[in-house]
Structure formats: C-alpha cells, structure tokens
C-alpha cells in the first residue's frame, strides 16, 4: 500500500502534466458475446495514469462497445457486475490501450479472447514464461513442506532450498528486466520495472539493472504514474539499514505502556510496518503467524509497528495477534515511520540477536524460508 497523500498529490501533479505533453488517444473495444442476453450490462473498469475510470454498455444481438479516450495503457477488467461490487465474479482481465480492440468468448467472460492489442499479446507471452518461474517456486515450497522434521534443522537441506528459491526469484526479475531492455517502446516495460520496485527489497546490483532499462524507456512511460514506484525504492529500509544497527525507538503498546525496540535484544525480530487498512498487510499476517508459531521458542519474535491513525481500525486488525504491537496513531507522519522512511507497506526487517539488520522485505512463505536457513546456520556455527 502506497503512501496516501504523497500519491495522491504526485498522481494529480503527474495528470496535469500529461494533459500538456501527452494527448489523449482513442480507444475502441468490441465485446463479442453471443451467449449474452440482449439487454444484459456489462461493465469496464480501468486505470490509466493512477486514476481509475468506469463505463457500461448494454448486449445487444451478442454484441456491446466501448468508446473513450486515454492518456496512458491501463489494467482494466470487463464484468458483469460494477467493480466497486465485485466479489470475484466471472470477469476478465487485460491492458486497455489506444486503438481497435477485440474481446470475444462463446460462454463465460473468463474465456475471453483478445485481438487487435499488441500489448495484450506481449503479456501473454511473457506471462508464459513467469508462469512456468513460478511454478518452480511452488515446488520448492511444497519440497520444504515435505521435509522430514529432522531434515528442518539440517543446514544443507535448508540452503539447498534456499539456493532454489533465490535463483528463481532473481530467474524472474532478469526475465521482467530483459523484456524491458528488449522493448523500449512498450508501456508493459515499465509495468515489469514498476513490479520490481513494488516487490524487492533493494540492492545495488538489482538497482542498477533496473535504473540501465529504465534509462532506455521511451520518455512517455518516464510520464506515468508507475515511474513514482521506481523513485521511492531508492528509499527502501531494507537498502538504507541492511547490516546496521537498526534505529532504537519507543512506542505504546496497544494497553499504553511504553515499548523499546532494544527491550528485544537477545532474540531474532522481524520489525513489521504494516497497517489495518493495509490489505496485503493483511494476506501477509497469515504467513507471519506461521512463521511466529514455528520459531517462538527458539528465540524469534515480531514487533509490529502499525501506521494507523484511527485507533478502532488498529485495534481491530490487532486482535488474536500472539505479539506485539504498537503505534503512535499518526500514520505516515509518526516519527518512526519517519525514521525508517517507510513510504510503501507491508515492509519488514529482520534484525539478529544485537538488533543488527540481516535481511528483509520477505513475502509470504520467503519469511519461513529465511528464517530456516537463519536459524540452521546459527544452530550449526
């Protein structure tokens, strides 16, 4: 989740700008569906440039359209029920962009077909190739999840898996970056550096991977909204901290008693920035409770850091959580948040026994991966 107000005011100063060196170009879809009722509404939703647009239009003789014009290529999705109260229905999901545009499916929006969209068939092609990466990485994850217990503690069965998971993370990075490289002038080039940005922890070798093919973009996609991700990861806590003494603090804990980030030394923390109105905060508290259970009393513990603002929702979004966790209920503005720079969530650091930074910016089963091989190297030095 991205920082409210700063991207809000950098989306509008990013809108208006565009308005005065990019124009606007019109785009046309036909949607082919025979086993549609005359009369039946189906609806598009889009983004474009950081703003999100709807439109309906009626089946008539198996047939509808949509007309419009758009500064940017855009993730949209054709359903049969309004976004806002879409549930995940039968939808399909594609790039609108300028020009001519076909969809067709014999039954369900999910089969759809798309032609006339250049952007749409290079993502296709390359989801392909991302499919079959992650793929792979599911295997590793159900490898580690059939490991014999006495095999979890085993130092080369742990980096063995590791090793795997690692390469096919970076396996998949090169592959976003290369078609970036390769594709200059597609906008889907620098959706793939924007996805990086998003998701991976920074490191120089990465950073300059993706700062060269960025360089190499056509200047409009150096326009868009997706080029504020790229700036912001050249903050990310991870980069700034790893192998630092992490900044000491103090905040109350949810009952108002005052909690120290250095009251944890002598164990493993995962210091965890997160939010109650933070939805992948949320999909990735599932995989941080596992992981709290499973290395509790070997000497790990999690120390969350909420950034809310309104106490109902932190208190709500806290509750059942077996560790601690505190705020100062001032959001993106606290002095911590400050401290740490956090200007995207969820993050988290890994810090060691002496509050050192060791690793970071895990997501879902990577934390338990990490924490294996952590806890097996320190066992067997």
Not at 17 to 31: E, G, I, K, M, S
Not at 325 to 347: C, F, N, Q
């Amino acid at each position: 989740m991205h920082k409210h107000n700063t991207v809000f005011y950098l989306t509008v100063f990013l809108f208006f700008l565009t308005c005065f060196t990019t124009a606007a170009q019109q785009y046309d879809l036909t949607v082919q569906t025979p086993a549609l009722k005359d009369g039946t509404t189906l609806y598009l939703s889009y983004s474009s440039n950081g703003w999100n647009y709807a439109d309906s239009a009626k089946v008539m003789q198996g047939v509808s359209r949509f007309t419009g014009r758009i500064f940017f290529p855009g993730e949209a999705m054709l359903s049969r029920i309004p976004r806002d109260l879409f549930r995940g229905e039968d939808a399909f999901s594609f790039y609108l962009e300028p020009g001519v545009t076909t969809v067709s499916s014999p039954d369900v929006l999910r089969h759809m077909r798309i032609s006339g969209s250049p952007l749409n068939d290079e993502d296709a092609e390359l989801n392909k190739k991302i499919a079959e990466i992650r793929r792979k990485r599911g295997q590793v994850s159900r490898d580690y999840a059939t490991l014999p217990p006495h095999m979890r503690t085993n130092k080369q069965a742990i980096e063995k898996l590791a090793n795997r998971e690692n390469a096919l993370i970076k396996e998949e990075r090169d592959l976003r970056i290369t078609f970036a490289e390769q594709h200059p002038a597609s906008f889907l080039s620098i959706v793939q550096l924007e996805k990086i940005a998003r998701t991976a922890p920074w490191d120089s070798t990465l950073g300059s991977q993706v700062m060269t093919a960025y360089a190499k973009l056509d200047r409009r996609w150096k326009r868009s909204a997706l080029s504020g991700s790229i700036g912001r990861w050249a903050k990310d806590p991870v980069r700034l901290f790893h192998g630092k003494e992490a900044p000491d603090f103090e905040l109350p804990d949810a009952g108002g008693k005052p909690v120290r980030l250095s009251d944890f030394r002598g164990k493993k923390v995962l210091l965890d920035f997160c939010a109650g109105w933070c939805e992948p905060c949320r999909d990735e508290a599932l995989y941080k409770k596992a992981a709290y259970e499973k290395y509790k009393d070997k000497g790990f513990t999690i120390l969350s850091v909420s950034l809310d603002e309104n106490r109902s929702i932190w208190l709500q979004s806290i509750e059942g959580l077996p560790w601690t966790t505190v705020s100062d209920l001032k959001g993106w503005k606290g002095p911590v948040a400050r401290l740490y720079e956090i200007h995207l969530m969820p993050v988290c650091l890994l810090l060691d026994e002496n509050g050192k930074v060791i690793g970071g910016g895990m997501r879902g089963e990577e934390l338990e991966l990490k924490l294996a091989e952590v806890f097996t190297s320190t066992k067997q030095k």
